[in-house]
């Protein structure tokens, strides 16, 4: 227990290190906001896009000025709210995970706001009246088709595959304690494995599967399918990546699990109207329309249109690994510790 605690604190403090410097950039921003036409501070994951065009329409609707902050992944940005405890250095959030969610909502770190624009298609997704969905995909490892085919090595299909000796050592994923399709993954392969997961895990470290810390890495630089640079042909990453590579890769279907990403208004906000505001905009046909091409996620609202290409290569299966949101709320801290141990170890 003794190490799980340190483990535990130690990702704490990585966090609080990794975002010392946003936190005090964003102090006195957040601080001098009341009212509107005052500046709204929105912490976000780095995968967050809003183009100029969309900040500035929100600017023009609502009457303030946004400043948006990314420190990191999801992981990072969950982190960063649970420490800044009753001292808030921003006003909302965007991006938190549906595996996330739970702790945000124990630690009294958000307030309540049920937004009027909300879409009926969103309506079941809403969490208490605190954690707004904005949008949802699958989390599901790709495929460099064209390496397989080139290097006369057939696909793996299933998550077992995944640890055999010809395919370990070509997958790269993601830290689960600081990037949120690695909470997904671990999560998943945990629902599916059940007591056995850390042997599972074992065999994929064992056989030289690369883990990094974040999603951006992970795709651009690491997977050979993104942008044809990369050394590993299996990445983790989601069920829409697909489209972006104008159908090179695929996922393994047997693989993939469901993400939901949320914003919600800060408890202690200086500028919770701002925030609300905000989530609105982000709920607004004018940024739902813009979800698909610019983070590659699906809109909450089904009425919005998707992009030609996703009707070919953008793939939701029908039967994704479920994993139990409230097993996953009561273990979370302790299945990221259990893992971080075992890969620290793998790692010494």
């Given at each position: ?13 990585a ?7 946003s936190?005090?950039?964003?102090a ?44 990191g ?13 009753d ?15 739970q ?15 909300l ?5 079941s997704?809403?969490i ?8 949802q ?30 395919y ?46 974040g ?48 914003a ?49 290569h ?35």
């Amino acid at each position: 227990m003794t190490r799980r605690i340190n483990i535990v604190a130690t990702i704490a403090l990585a966090a609080l290190a990794l975002t010392g410097c946003s936190a005090a950039d964003q102090a006195g921003g957040a601080a001098s906001t009341e009212g509107a036409g005052g500046t709204v501070t929105i912490l976000t994951h780095d995968s967050f896009v809003i183009t100029d065009e969309q900040i500035a329409s929100f600017e023009e609707q609502s009457g303030y000025t946004l400043q948006t902050t990314a420190p990191g992944d999801a992981g990072v940005v969950t982190n960063q709210l649970v420490l800044s405890g009753d001292s808030p250095t921003v006003d909302g959030v965007y991006g938190i995970e549906n595996y996330s969610t739970q702790t945000l909502l124990d630690a009294g770190a958000l307030a309540s706001y049920e937004s009027p624009d909300l879409p009926e298609s969103a309506a079941s997704l809403m969490i208490e009246d605190k954690l707004t969905p904005i949008d949802q995909g699958q989390v599901c490892i790709n495929i460099d088709h064209a390496w397989f085919e080139e290097n006369g090595v057939a696909e793996p299909t299933t998550l077992d595959d995944l640890t055999k000796p010809e395919y370990a050592s070509l997958l790269v994923t993601m830290n689960p304690a600081t990037s949120s399709p690695g909470l997904a993954f671990l999560v998943a392969t945990i629902t599916e494995k059940g007591d056995d997961w850390e042997n599972y895990w074992q065999q994929l470290l064992d056989g030289g599967t690369k883990v990094v810390s974040g999603w951006s890495d992970a795709y651009f630089v690491d997977f050979s399918g993104a942008e044809g640079a990369g050394e590993y042909p299996l990445v983790l990453s989601y069920s829409s990546s697909p489209a972006e590579a104008d159908g090179r890769t695929g996922v393994l279907e047997t693989s993939c699990t469901p993400q939901v990403e949320y914003a919600g208004v800060v408890e202690g906000a200086a500028n919770p109207a701002g925030a609300q505001a905000f989530i609105d905009f982000l709920l607004s046909d004018e940024f739902q329309s813009g979800v698909a091409e610019n983070m590659y996620m699906y809109p909450v609202n089904s009425e919005v249109a998707l992009p030609e290409t996703w009707a070919q290569h953008a793939t939701l299966v029908d039967a994704p690994i479920e994993p139990n949101l409230k097993d996953v709320a009561a273990n979370r801290d302790a299945w990221i510790a259990d893992w971080t141990t075992l890969f620290e170890n793998n790692a010494g």
